[in-house]
Every structure is written in C-alpha cells, then in structure tokens.
C-alpha cells in the first residue's frame, strides 16, 4: 500500500467534490490511501501576485504540517502544485529558512511535492493503470487540458516536457479512449485572468473549447479546478460571446480513469459535473455492455 | 642592492585614480630603493629607455615596474632588464591598473592605498629575486596539424611552402571539412567548392605534406621542440590500389542516408564521400557494410577490378616527432533536435541550414533533391544566444549565411516569399552591410523577433511560425512550406577530444582558449602548440584562413631559428626536504616530476623541458621540498608580509 | 510618448532586489516572451516585453500604474522559452509585487487577502459544504485555519497596504 498526505487546497473541497471524490475511489483501487493534514489551509497562491514572501511562508506552512506526518504531498489543484513545490524549493534557501523559523515552523523531514496526476503516472505507471482498467473507454475522443502548473517552470518540477507534454495523453489512452493531438496543448485555460479582464479570459477559454468543438471531442479532460471553471462553469459565456453552441463536458481525469476502471457514476461523482456528460455515459456504458 | 621603482600613468587610466605622488613618496621611502620614477606610459620608447639608461647609470640590480597586468606587458620589461645586462628575472611587476585603478575607480584614496601596498609586495619580492637565465634549446622543423578543414588546410600549405615538415591528421576519409559543404561563400558569392577544390588539390601535391585521413591523434606527450604523437589510422578496408572506378558502389545492396548530402541524398556503405574529395578514393563504412558485419556479400571484393577491398585492413598507430602542433579541429553545427520547440527531426518541413546550402547545390546543378516550395522562413539564432540549452555566445556566421541562402532562393525565383525571422541581425564584416541591403533589395523580408514556435498541422504537413514583429509590435503567425532552422556552431568532437589529448584550456563556450584574447589570439597556454579556425570560437572562412595563417607564422617564429630560448620558472626540489612520497608525480598535469632513487634514497626529480612552471607540485609538496623558481616560498613569505605591513627584515 | 527625463534610474535595481526579478538586466529584447504568451496572444495591450523594456528605462510611472501589468496569467510558457534565461513570469511577479508596495494593489487582491486573513482559505465553509461532504464520504474539513492571519501579520504586506 502506498501512502501519501493529500493537499486540497480552497477550491476543491468546497466547490469541486466530484474530483475529490473520484481521485479518493480511484486511489483506493489502485492500493493508494491517502491521508488528510490537519491544518491546512490555502497554498498561498492567491497572495503570490501581491507580495511572493507572504504567499512562500503560507505554502510553507503547508509543507511543515505535511513534514510533521512523514509522508510525501500530492495536490489536486496545480496551482496549489506550483506553491507548495516553490516553498518546498525555497526551503534549501537558508535566508528564507530563517524566516520560516522566524514564523515558529518547523521541517524535520524532506516533504516531496507531486500533482495527483504526476504521482499516478510516476509511482504506479502506466503498466500498473492498465491492468486495473475493466471497461476501455475505446468510443471516447478526448482533448487532454494539461494546464500551466503542471509540468511548467521546468526548473522547478523537471517533469514531462514543457513544449512536448505527453505523460496525460498516455494517461488518457490507457483508459482506451482516444487522446487527441492538436496545436495549442499547452495554452493557459485564462483562469489567472478572470478577475483582472473577464471578456479576455473567456476569449482564452474559448480557444480550447473551439478546437474541442471543431474536432468533435467527447469531453476536455482537466486536471485543475480553476481550469473546469473556465471550460464548464464558463462555456455557457464563451457560447454566447462566440455565438457558438459547445455543450462539451468537462471532466476530472480521476472521472475518466474510474470510469475505465468500471467505477459506478457515484463513485466518480458525475452528477456534479455541469455539462452534463450524456454521451460519455452512453459511450462507457456501451462498451460495458458489450464487453459483459 | 639597488632597486630602480617605475610608476606608470597608463594616460590616466592609473593616474586618474591613484595619486602617483603619494605613490612614488611611499616608494621613496623603501629600503634598497635607489630611483623612483614616473612617466604617462613605461611601456613606450620613452618609458623603456628610462629605465634602460637607469640600470647602466645607477647600477640598478633589481627593477620594479607598477603598471598593468603583467600578462599586458610583463615581457616588454623583461627584455629591456635583459637588454640592460640583467637576468630577466630580476624584474617584477606591479600591477596597479586591473587590480587597481580599474575595480576601484570610485575610491580613489583607498585605491593609493592599495597600489602602495602592491608596489610593497613586488619590492619584498624583488629583493628576493635570484639571477635567473633563459636556456637554449634545439627546435627542428616538423609541425602536425591537427583537422584538414579549410584552416589547417591553410595552416599546412604556409608551413609547406615555407619549407616546413607538415603531418596533416583528419578524421573523416577527406580532408575540406565543413566549408565543402557549402554552396556560395558570403558576401562575394564565389562557389565554396571551386575556391576550396584547388586548395584541396594542392595538399598531396606539397612535397612536405604528408597527410593521414581517417586518422585521430591518440595520445601527445613531451613538449615544444619535442611533441611524441600516436597516430590511429583506422581502416578504409580499400587499398592505395584504389583508381574510383566506381564498380564496386554500384554493386553495393546498402542504402543509406549521404552525410555530406545532410541525408538529401543516399549513398552505398562502400563510397567516395564526395565528387572533390581528397584522398580520392572508396572506402567502406563498417558499420553499415554487411560484409563486415555480417560476413556475408562481399560483392564489391568480387567485382573490384584491381583487388583493391581489403577486408582484413586492420588500425595502424603511427608515431610521429614534431616540434610544434597546430590544432584546427573545427566545429559541429548545433543538433537542431534539441530545440524541441521548432520540431526538427519529427517534422519533413523544417530542415537545417546546411540542409539548405545542399539543397541550393543540387538546385543549382539540376539535379533537385526535394521540392523547397513557394514560402520559405528562416530562424535565426538556433543554438546560440540560447541559455535554454547552455549556449550563450553569437555563433557570427548565421545572419550573414541566411542572408546569403535567402537571396540566393529569392534570386533563383523570384516569385518566392522568403523570410528572416531574426533577434539582431549582425552584418559586422568587410561588406556585410551591403550584402544585407542586398538582400533587402532583391525581395528578402527580414522580421526583428525570435521565433516562439513552429507548429506542424498534422492533416497537411504544412508549418506554422509564430513570432512577435517586434518593429510592427504584432503578432505573427504565418504558415510556411519550409522553415530553414539557422544553426549555430558548436565545439565539435574532434575539438573535444583535442583538447582532451593535449590537456588544453577551453573558454566558457567550450571553443579552444586562446593565450592573450589580444595579442595572443592564436597561441594557448601549452608552449608551442597554437590554434586557429572554429576551434578557438565561431568565425567565417575570411577570419579562419587569417588565423591559420597567423598561427603557421606563429609556429614558424617558434622554429625558424633552430633554437628557442626556456624559461627558467621550473619547479626545483630541495633532495634533503625530499621524502619521496611522490604527491608531486600525481598532480603534475605535464608527467614533467617522476621520482627516482639517488644515494639509496627515493626523491622527486623534475624534467625542466617539461616543466610549465604551473605550480601544482610546490602547492601539493606536503614537506615544503618541491618549490617553484621565481615563486621560492621565502619569496611568497615576503610578499604576504608585505602586503600585510609587517616591518621588513 | 516616453519622456526620458522623468526616467527613475533607481527603478530597476529596485526590482532586481526583489524575489524574482534577478534576471532584468539580461533582456536583449527578442520578445521570444510576448510571442509565446497566450494572454498576449489575444490582447496586444498586454506584452511582456514592453514591460521589461520600460521598467529597464526607468518608466517606474508609467509601469507600475498600467492595468495591464496585471494581466499576466503567471503560466510560464515565458520562462520556459527565454533565450536569456530569465524567469519571466517570476520577473513580472516581482513587478507587481513591487506595484503593491508602491499603492497600486487591484481590489481583487486586496480582498483576496482579506479572506484569507478572515479564514485562511479562499472560499468561506458552510454547514451545507460540510453535510454535503459527509453524504459523499467526504473527511470533514476546518472552517478556519486562523494560523495564516498569524503568517500574514509577521511579513510586511499589511503595513505595506494600510499606507
């Protein structure tokens, strides 16, 4: 059994349980239990723009409280991947050190920081995903959104590849289903900029969702809360600016996986998801009947 | 003792921050001190003659110069002490200008300080000094020049005609290296193989060449006047009976991808590698022939008409003496692969530059090799001015080439759209600048951005740059038949593992160090052995054959004479000291200390030819019996309490 | 239009200072940051390399005060591809921070760290979130993580917005 403390983050908890949940059933069939940390707050992420030191002692914090339980971090917000990997790279800084000290923290043991997703692909691998996989989801076509902070600064994760990334189009595939290759892969879904120029965001979003449309996509799959706001919460606004009609589901990759992995639509909470994903049932449940 | 003191002004590069006043007042009131003197620049004739006139006049026996560097111009005063009736190394140097004036320029009080203090550590250095003398020794006249591109093609022919005993090594089965490759040389557009071919042609035609190709130089040891080199002449498994009749290749069943041709083009594993090569002759690619792999076929041993394959032609080592080695090894182009973001290697449309320079070849002589299409874009700076992949040096050749290739296309047809996508376009040489106009006038469109992108649509193949105009401030992203990626220059193996066999110094970009970047830009730190071309950093042909010939004139200098003078800065071991544990043998990067037995005791015994006077052994002595002359540790003793201002003993 | 004489020289080095904002001097301009930004990629008002460019002329005004200094979406596809190596994203990072200590703090942040003063995360807890959980086998979660009031009151930032 592998074991890892798990970081939600803000949004997750409160607002997107369906990846909670489906990322928790996941694990537990893949022998993975995943512990909570009591204490933890916001990554720190939000305040990086307003002052980086105060957002780097948050992360910090964070880390600490995850120290303190012997175990290594896995996130599912990359966002939260980016501020907690920073932190814990600041954390070989000795000015910073002292101030960490400074705040009453504390860092007895070395804390890795990985995505949910990069921990799949990496500690169980993609021979290991495939063996659990019941149902291939061999009639889905899926556009993979791998987001910014996922294998992007490179110095910082040293992960996948920045310009080539590849490690969610093999995870997609393993599910039997279809991962498309398209231009643009690794463009931001304009979840930063929501709160800064709104019309600027959705003309971001409205990028990927197109090249979904055009290529007649079953779903964007996502990795990051902040990126489904901008694809589901937001696709009805990039509809009506764009004068287009989407209805592309967005779904969690846990969603997907527990899918292949004949997970029931509860235990990968897809009631929750706002583009209601009819197809993807239709599809997955085919293929089950079928292979039954 | 009589210890002459010389302050230099440097017009004002010393004098503007150090008060020479206070200076020579301090030096004044020196023990052994007999004359204090300043001038606007002791290294002029004015200056020289001073301290010439000095010595006879005032019996001077000791002389300190505070100046510069004295890499700059410690040996101008050198050879004045010398002229003068001293031992040369009665001299010392002070140098209050990079380690003075310039760092401190905007503390000028304590920079005075500072250049007293020196001139205390090289006066406390000075008295100590011995009358050391240069030796003579015997030099002959045998030179190895190592890699048979366009520069130590050059090199050989100046030394050869001089009358010179030249050993020319390449690695590859022809000497011409990259330059034929090329289709038309910037700015003047002659054709690179017709000006290179005659060249080319009159290397076996020198009487004093004699040329290894397929050849490495394996090992080098011993010193200037005295290199002891091992050739590996690695099989061509064809003899000299070889007369390129052609039967054999076309007899050949192996196809694969023509180097030369940058994969344009395939070529059999038995080949001439191309239509001008030097040595003219087939050789076999053992690791693409099946015969030699496999021990099947054979056929072109069956068809040769003049028994020439020879299968079991096994690698020869040739030992060589010369006196002075001239490396010129080159550069490799930048594997484009590396810049994942332009897609070279997984995407047919985006190529290399030298790609382009065949492809102009084959289009020019009628045969093409791939259709270029209708819109052609250049990147430029691909592999230089790149810290994302390590390189931060400009590779100097790119922006005039691609304005070369790009006229060259837009000339041959006019209805070409052809694009240069640059960060700074550097049009520095002799006509640079009017080739570039050039361009522009002939249609060539040039964009000041670097690309951020090429994408390839999977359904057509065709690609698309993305880039900012950045004199437009606006966005590009256009869609091209052929992206031309402009590759930079890169130290190739064979500068790589030259620098290896010869324990030589390498800059920041991994090119060749040059002694002097001024005055020395084509010797190196190891005595008699000179660089030139691409493998001391990247240059065009102009600046190549240049430095080539300067770097025969130089080794000539060297040998001329048949004599040459070695400096006595040589590490001397006190025997009584002397444990014999043999520290010294292992640090020495010259193999100049070996220990022997002598009166039934084991000591450390240091060849002075060898010697480079570098210091390693004295710093690693553990007993203090290995010292350095001109640096003896009661020498080093005295500076360090010097410049802490204890009294004088 | 720049006016060259309102230039602040002191500017850059004071960014140069700050975490991230190391690498400013080394901007020889290729704007390989502006065409591989998805942000500039759909609004020419905003441009990495402007904003290099100008806070390297000392335009100290005319860059801290820019609406756009804020559109920069921090995704790295920047730093990734900089020939000279800066770490742009964190470059222009620096910027606003330093735009926060000279008063120009968008709202949006402010309340940002208003909330996270109030209860250490971004978004408030309610009983409903929390049953919710429970039905879906959720662990329970804290409402308030008061300890991150305690981080933010130790750095400078507080002061830094009340001036």
Redesign the interface.
């Known amino acids: 059994m592998r074991k890892y403390a798990i970081f939600?983050g803000?949004?997750v908890?409160?607002?997107a349980?369906h990846y909670?949940?489906s990322a928790?059933n996941v694990a537990r069939q893949l022998n993975i239990e995943l512990t909570?940390i009591p204490?933890?707050?916001?990554c720190g992420f939000?305040?990086?723009?307003?002052?980086?030191?105060?957002a780097?002692?948050?992360a910090a914090?964070n880390i600490s409280l995850v120290s303190q339980l012997k175990l290594d971090v896995v996130t599912l917000c990359n966002s939260c991947t980016a501020m907690l990997s920073d932190a814990q790279a600041q954390l070989k800084n000795e000015d910073f050190r002292k101030e960490f000290k400074?705040?009453g923290l504390s860092y007895p043991n070395e804390v890795k920081v990985r995505h949910f997703v990069r921990m799949l692909y990496e500690d169980i691998g993609i021979d290991e995903i495939k063996k659990a996989v019941k149902n291939p989801l061999r009639q889905l076509k899926i556009v993979p959104h791998y987001g910014?902070?996922y294998m992007?600064?490179?110095?910082l994760y040293g992960f996948d590849?920045?310009?080539?990334p590849h490690t969610l189009d093999e995870l997609v595939r393993v599910t039997g289903a279809e991962s498309l290759?398209?231009?643009?892969k690794?463009?931001?879904c304009?979840?930063?900029?929501l709160?800064?120029?709104e019309e600027?965001a959705i003309?971001?979003s409205n990028?990927k969702l197109s090249i979904a449309h055009e290529n007649g996509a079953d779903a964007i799959v996502s990795i990051c809360p902040f990126c489904t706001v901008m694809y589901e919460d937001n696709q009805r606004k990039a509809e009506a600016k764009f004068n287009k009609q989407y209805g592309i589901p967005v779904l969690y990759y846990p969603q997907l996986l527990g899918l292949s992995f004949g997970l029931d639509n509860n235990a990968v909470?897809l009631k929750f998801n706002r583009i209601k994903p009819d197809t993807i049932l239709e599809k997955s449940t085919a293929q089950n009947q079928r292979s039954s | 003792m009589k210890i002459g003191v010389y302050v230099c002004h440097c017009g004002g590069n010393i004098s503007e921050v150090v008060d020479i006043k206070k200076l020579t007042a301090s030096a004044e009131q020196q023990s052994e001190v007999a004359v204090v003197r300043d001038n606007a620049h002791m290294c002029s004739d004015v200056g020289r003659n001073l301290v010439l006139e000095d010595i006879k006049k005032h019996k001077l026996d000791r002389i300190v110069v505070a100046a510069c560097s004295p890499q700059f111009h410690g040996k101008t005063f050198m050879d004045i002490v010398e002229k003068a009736g001293l031992s040369p190394y009665v001299f010392e140097m002070a140098n209050i200008r990079e380690q003075c004036s310039w760092p401190h320029f905007n503390e000028p009080d304590l920079a005075t300080k500072k250049a007293k203090d020196l001139v205390s550590v090289a006066l406390a250095k000075a008295r100590l000094d011995e009358s050391l003398s240069r030796k003579t020794m015997p030099i002959g006249k045998r030179v190895l020049v190592v890699g048979a591109g366009i520069a130590g093609i050059q090199a050989a022919l100046d030394l050869g005609d001089a009358g010179f005993e030249v050993y020319l090594v390449e690695k590859e089965a022809t000497i011409g290296g990259k330059m034929a490759q090329l289709s038309r040389t910037f700015p003047t557009e002659d054709c690179a193989a017709c000006i290179l071919s005659p060249k080319m042609a009159d290397v076996p035609a020198n009487p004093n060449i004699t040329l290894f190709t397929n050849s490495e130089i394996e090992k080098v040891s011993g010193f200037l006047g005295n290199f002891e080199v091992i050739i590996n002449k690695k099989p061509t498994y064809v003899n000299d009976q070889c007369v390129a009749c052609g039967v054999c290749e076309e007899k050949c069943p192996v196809k694969i991808p023509n180097e030369f041709e940058q994969g344009l083009t395939n070529r059999r594993a038995i080949y001439v590698p191309f239509e001008f090569a030097v040595p003219y002759r087939y050789l076999i690619d053992e690791s693409n022939c099946i015969y030699l792999k496999k021990g099947k076929c054979g056929n072109c041993k069956k068809v040769c008409p003049h028994d020439a394959v020879d299968f079991d032609q096994k690698a020869e080592k040739v030992e060589l003496k010369v006196d002075t080695i001239i490396v010129a090894t080159g550069y490799d182009i930048f594997d484009a692969k590396e810049k994942k973001v332009y897609g070279f290697g997984t995407n047919k449309n985006v190529i290399t530059s030298l790609a382009m320079e065949r492809m102009i070849v084959h289009e020019a002589e009628g045969r093409a090799t791939r259709e270029i299409g209708k819109r052609v874009a250049f990147i430029q700076c691909v592999g230089s001015r790149d810290e994302q992949i390590g390189n931060e040096y400009c590779s100097r050749i790119c922006c005039m080439y691609a304005t070369k290739l790009s006229q060259l296309l837009k000339r041959a047809d006019p209805k070409k759209d052809v694009y240069v996508f640059y960060t700074d376009l550097r049009a520095f040489g002799k006509g640079f600048e009017e080739y570039y106009k050039r361009a522009q006038k002939t249609g060539v469109k040039f964009i000041r951005g670097r690309v951020a992108e090429v994408n390839e649509d999977s359904k057509t193949g065709r690609v698309t740059i993305k880039a900012e105009d950045t004199l437009a401030r606006q966005i590009i992203e256009s869609e091209f038949d052929l992206v031309v990626l402009s590759v930079g220059m890169t130290p190739g193996a064979g500068t790589r593992q030259a620098a290896e066999v010869l324990r030589m110094t390498k800059s920041p970009g991994g090119f060749l160090q040059e002694a002097h970047p001024k005055f020395k830009p084509v010797d190196t730190l190891n005595d008699g052995v000179f660089i030139c071309g691409c493998a001391q950093g990247p240059k065009d042909i102009p600046d190549t054959v240049a430095q080539a010939s300067a770097a025969a004139s130089r080794a000539i200098r060297l040998m001329n004479k048949g004599v040459y003078a070695v400096e006595p800065i040589t590490a001397v071991v006190d025997e009584d000291l002397c444990s014999g544990c043999g520290t010294c043998v292992s640090v020495c990067p010259y193999e100049a200390v070996k220990t022997e037995i002598k009166d039934d005791k084991r000591v450390a015994k240091v060849n002075e030819m060898l010697c480079q006077g570098c210091g390693s052994c004295s710093a690693a002595c553990p007993s203090g019996a290995s010292q350095q002359h001109w640096f003896m540790n009661k020498q080093l003793k005295a500076m360090v309490g010097a410049a802490l201002g204890e009294e004088e003993k | 239009m720049i006016d060259l004489k309102l230039s602040d020289p002191h500017f850059k080095w004071e960014i140069m200072k700050k975490e991230g904002g190391e690498g400013l001097l080394k901007c020889f301009g290729c704007s390989d940051c502006a065409a591989s930004c998805p942000v500039r990629y759909f609004d020419e008002r905003y441009n990495p390399r402007k904003i290099i460019r100008l806070t390297l002329l000392g335009m100290k005004e005319m860059v801290l005060s820019s609406p756009f200094l804020w559109f920069c979406a921090h995704c790295h596809a920047c730093t990734e591809r900089c020939p000279q190596g800066i770490k742009v994203a964190e470059l222009i990072n620096a910027i606003k921070n330093y735009a926060v200590e000279k008063g120009y703090c968008p709202e949006g942040y402010k309340m940002q760290l208003e909330l996270l003063m109030k209860m250490g995360r971004l978004y408030e807890v309610e009983d409903f979130d929390l049953k919710k959980r429970q039905r879906l086998g959720l662990p329970p979660i804290d409402k308030t993580i008061p300890d991150v009031a305690k981080i933010i009151e130790s750095t400078h930032i507080l002061k830094v917005l009340k001036k």
């Open positions: 939600l803000c949004t908890p409160v607002r349980q909670e949940l928790r909570e204490g933890a707050s916001c939000p305040l990086k723009a307003v002052d980086a030191q105060t780097l002692l948050i914090r400074h705040v910014c902070h992007r600064p490179t110095e590849s920045a310009e080539v290759e398209y231009t643009d690794k463009m931001c304009g979840g930063s900029v709160g800064v120029d600027l003309t971001m990028h909470g």
